[in-house]
């Protein structure tokens, strides 16, 4: 059992840290402090309010649960305020090494003893993170995915030094707060999921730029296909399904045939080289208009909070 958390503090409410301060906010059991670093920051209540309105509009959310929300978060401009009572800060702060150390450092000046350190870092060491930390058995990676507020997952990682008190700790709280987190106990580059998704994406692009099937194609294949049984089914337990002999016997064929490249895949590099940076510049692997793009991210939107709140 961990320590019990009811204060959380979150520096760098961009994209993630708005939507991680909402997932939090939304418990009643917590409170969230919004540290304010530039005036701009203030913006990140209305990015809340578009992801409650979006709730609101598939009736999973009410007015009367909205302004509880809001009750919860509080914003500060002073940092020694921002962390007075803080169980758990989380930083969401750019994906900068230096940037992420200097802050824990300093951090560890002015918060108790035993106030959890956490970061989003999407692909950084944890352990390197903790780095200027003197206790660095209070630092903990957790991997939100984005959209925070719809992805249920959380990857939780130990780093060399974090605690089980603090693991533990960690787990429960996001499970109060409605998360899904798993137990990453090596801090490796890409936790899990993201090892599991570039492997994906890897052979996927090696598949066009062999051509064995157009972009189009190879994205039909899997939403067709195993896709549709992912979110029931994952990999391992489908090899106890379909036999761990028949597993080998298929992987003993194909491993050799499968892309293996350590590098970034120089159809990719071409790419970016030409400007085609796919939504950014309307054309990538395919070409997007603007109204395709609104409908794309709009319908991604409407389909994870279809599956999530179900
Ligand atoms: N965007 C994603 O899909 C995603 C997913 C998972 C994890 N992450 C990780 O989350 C973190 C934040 O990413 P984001 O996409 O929300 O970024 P963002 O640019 O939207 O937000 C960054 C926030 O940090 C603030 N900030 C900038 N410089 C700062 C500084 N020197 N000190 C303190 N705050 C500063 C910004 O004002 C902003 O509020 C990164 O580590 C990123 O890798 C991102």
């Known amino acids: 059992m961990g320590k019990e958390i009811k204060n959380i503090t979150v520096f760098g409410p961009g994209m993630m840290g708005s939507g991680i301060a909402q997932v939090f906010a939304s418990c009643e059991?917590?409170?969230?402090?919004?540290?304010?670093?530039?005036?701009?920051?203030?913006?990140?209540?209305?990015?809340?309010?578009?992801?409650?309105?979006?709730?609101?509009?598939?009736?999973?959310?009410?007015d009367n649960e909205i302004k509880g929300i809001f009750e919860r978060i509080?914003?500060?401009?002073?940092?020694?305020?921002?962390?007075?009572?803080?169980?758990?800060?989380?930083?969401?702060?750019?994906?900068?090494?230096?940037?992420?150390?200097?802050?824990?450092?300093?951090?560890?000046k002015i918060c108790r003893e035993d106030t959890i350190f956490a970061t989003n870092t999407s692909v950084m060491s944890i352990t390197e993170i903790s780095n200027k930390v003197k206790n660095k058995n209070r630092l903990v990676?957790?991997?939100?995915?984005?959209?925070?507020?719809?992805?249920?997952?959380?990857?939780?990682?130990?780093?060399?030094?974090?605690?089980?008190?603090?693991?533990?700790?960690?787990?429960?709280?996001?499970?109060?707060?409605?998360?899904?987190?798993?137990?990453?106990?090596?801090?490796?580059?890409?936790?899990?999921?993201?090892?599991?998704?570039?492997?994906?994406?890897?052979?996927?692009?090696s598949i066009v730029e062999r051509g064995i099937a157009d972009a189009a194609t190879v994205d039909e294949a899997i939403k067709y296909s195993f896709g549709l049984r992912l979110p029931k089914l994952g990999p391992i337990e489908n090899a106890d399904m379909v036999g761990t002999d028949l597993t080998l016997s298929i992987h003993s064929y194909i491993l050799k045939?499968?892309?293996?490249?350590?590098?970034?895949?120089?159809?990719?590099?071409?790419?970016?080289?030409?400007?085609?940076l796919g939504f950014k510049s309307g054309k990538g692997f395919q070409e997007w208009t603007s109204e395709q793009i609104e409908k794309e991210n709009d319908e991604l939107r409407e389909y994870l909070i279809d599956v999530i709140y179900k």
């Open 74 to 108: 509080r914003l500060t401009e002073d940092i020694e305020d921002a962390v007075k009572d803080a169980d758990f800060v989380i930083e969401c702060i750019p994906e900068n090494m230096e940037l992420k150390q200097n802050l824990f450092m300093n951090l560890e």
């Open 141 to 205: 990676g957790t991997h939100f995915w984005n959209p925070p507020y719809l992805i249920p997952l959380v990857e939780v990682v130990k780093s060399d030094f974090t605690s089980n008190e603090v693991m533990d700790s960690t787990m429960e709280l996001l499970k109060l707060a409605g998360k899904h987190p798993i137990r990453v106990n090596k801090d490796v580059p890409g936790f899990v999921a993201n090892r599991l998704q570039h492997a994906l994406w890897r052979e996927a692009i």
């Open 29 to 62: 059991d917590l409170n969230v402090t919004i540290f304010i670093r530039e005036k701009f920051e203030y913006d990140c209540i209305d990015k809340i309010k578009a992801n409650l309105n979006a709730l609101k509009g598939k009736n999973i959310i009410s």
């Open 257 to 276: 045939y499968l892309e293996n490249s350590s590098e970034p895949s120089p159809l990719l590099k071409e790419k970016v080289e030409a400007g085609d």
